[in-house]
């Protein structure tokens, strides 16, 4: 099982990114997908989480900003981010709970980083 994330870049303040995350390989069930972020001298922070039923979760920080979905038909996973500010900088990394087999308890899975660079 692999998660593949892509869609980060450079925008000036204000702008805007989407970043995706899709799923991969042999599994029965994608449940809680999140994205997470590490800026530069900071602890990792959880971002915003979505629940296989669609119950969303964010930080303060994004709140209003953020927007994530998941489509469980693809196996995939979209963080919206609108309105970016330089402190939004950071490494963003996708993170989900897959069931490889039914009677088996979900693991967790790391996407590669994806960096996000806002200027001021």
């Known amino acids: 099982v692999q998660l593949q994330a892509s869609g980060g870049g450079s925008v000036q303040a204000g702008g805007s990114l989407r970043l995706s995350c899709t799923a991969s390989?042999?599994?029965?069930?994608?449940?809680?997908m999140a994205w997470y972020r590490r800026a530069p001298g900071k602890e990792r922070e959880l971002v915003a989480s979505?629940?296989?039923?669609?119950?969303?979760n964010y930080a303060v920080s994004v709140a209003g900003r953020f927007f994530i979905a998941m489509d469980s038909a693809k196996n995939m996973m979209v963080l919206q981010m609108n309105t970016l500010k330089p402190e939004d900088t950071a490494v963003y990394y996708c993170n989900a709970d897959i069931r490889r087999r039914w009677g088996r308890d979900s693991d967790s899975y790391w996407g590669q980083g994806t960096l996000v660079t806002v200027s001021s």
């Open positions: 390989g042999s599994f029965v069930q994608l449940n809680n």
């Open positions: 979505v629940t296989g039923g669609g119950t969303t």
